[in-house]
């Protein structure tokens, strides 16, 4: 169980960094598109549509990570005056009625959309879009998976009972 926690907690960072990167590349691609149309008074549909599609994928790569971390959002006026007992079975409760459920149903939802996109080789309605838009649909099921995936070592860790040191 400790490896399989040790390899889940190593693909997060790999996807966290993978998130990171794509901030980076974002503002690197703004700078650029800024210079090329106020400078050079240049514009390229392309630059434009990857840095939508920059954006959306630092969100999508990050839900799991955050989730490991504990960093998702909370309304914390009662949660943070409940015990630590309390708070984890919340959590747990809540991954098992609401996280799941509607990751199930964002991956149930998303099979015909990236199906399709994939079937017919999509690519950007706009001229001189980005081609292969199917790849950056394919990674929002993707995304949904590390969110199980994360989902599930954190339900476990809160229903863990904390470890007392034991006594020598």
Request: glycine share 4%; charged share 10%.
């Amino acid at each position: 169980m400790e490896r399989c926690a040790r390899w889940l907690a190593a693909l997060l960072r790999a996807v966290e960094t993978a998130a990171a990167a794509c901030i980076v590349g974002l503002a690197v691609l703004v700078f650029v598109n800024v210079l090329l149309r106020y400078v050079f008074n240049l514009s390229a549909m392309a630059l434009q549509e990857l840095q939508l599609y920059l954006y959306a994928m630092s969100f999508l790569l990050a839900i799991a990570p955050t989730l490991q971390a504990d960093g998702h959002v909370r309304i914390d006026i009662l949660y943070a005056r409940f015990p630590q007992q309390w708070r984890q079975w919340i959590d747990a409760v809540g991954t098992l009625l609401f996280l799941l459920p509607f990751a199930g149903l964002v991956l149930w939802a998303s099979y015909d959309f990236v199906a399709y996109s994939l079937s017919i080789r999509e690519s950007s309605p706009n001229p001189g879009g980005l081609p292969a838009l199917y790849l950056f649909k394919a990674l929002l099921p993707l995304s949904f998976v590390l969110l199980v995936v994360a989902a599930f070592g954190f339900l476990q860790s809160r229903l863990q009972k904390p470890r007392t040191p034991s006594r020598q």
